[in-house]
């Protein structure tokens, strides 16, 4: 937030030095990650960005896969299959709403796919995101302290919830992964 601004809340911006350091761990010979994305929505392009940093950082090599619209996603998808050992997508509107292609392409290939949002029905292997009801409940304390303390929004921090972890048990099986010990705390299998 900016300075002197009286602004404050609950950020639902991914962890994603999380997400990643989860992924290495879940599936740790993976040595490329497709990442699939719409790069016209800034949201997903600040995503991609840091996603890139991380991946980097364990050695990972990332190929970008842009679809700019959903008549894109099914190419987009089918490149990321042929070119890369899973599938990573950032919190991004079009491949969201364009999900069950994504899924059905990987799945035919056998390729896992991570998502930065959950809540899919189809559920990819993992999905990763933000604690919606535990944010909700962090503002809720939020407004009261601003309430009863007579604090100003500017005089708070934003909140940055904790994200979860859901693992889909099919997709384990259906791809022969194994939950690692360091992870079973962590993770809720669906």
Same mark, same amino acid.
């Given at each position: 937030?900016? =300075?002197? *601004?009286?602004? $404050? @809340?609950?950020? !639902?911006?991914?962890?994603?030095?999380?997400?990643?350091?989860?992924? &290495?761990? +879940?599936? =740790? #010979?993976?040595? &490329?990650?497709?990442?699939? %994305?719409? =790069?016209?929505? $800034?949201? *997903? $392009?600040? +995503?991609?960005?840091?996603?890139?940093? /991380?991946?980097? &950082?364990?050695?990972? /090599? %990332?190929? !970008?896969? @842009?679809? #700019?619209s959903q008549a894109d996603v099914a190419a987009a998808t089918q490149n990321a299959v042929q070119n890369a050992q899973a599938i990573l997508i950032p919190t991004d509107n079009t491949i969201s709403s364009a999900f069950p292609i994504v899924k059905q392409i990987a799945d035919k290939a056998k390729i896992p796919v991570i998502t930065t949002w959950t809540g899919e029905k189809d559920a990819p292997l993992m999905q990763f995101g933000v604690d919606y009801v535990q944010s909700g409940v962090q503002s809720a304390d939020l407004l009261t302290q601003i309430i009863k303390n007579k604090l100003k929004p500017m005089e708070t921090e934003i909140i940055a919830p904790n994200s979860r972890i859901y693992i889909n048990s099919y997709e384990l099986k259906r791809l022969n992964i194994t939950i690692p010990e360091s992870l079973k705390q962590e993770v809720t299998l669906l």
């Open positions: 937030r900016e =300075p002197n *601004s009286n602004i $404050t @809340g609950a950020t !639902d911006m991914a962890d994603i030095q999380k997400q990643i350091r989860v992924i &290495k761990e +879940l599936l =740790p #010979n993976v040595k &490329k990650i497709a990442i699939l %994305f719409n =790069p016209g929505e $800034t949201n *997903s $392009t600040i +995503l991609v960005k840091r996603m890139k940093e /991380e991946l980097a &950082k364990y050695n990972i /090599e %990332f190929q !970008d896969n @842009g679809a #700019n």
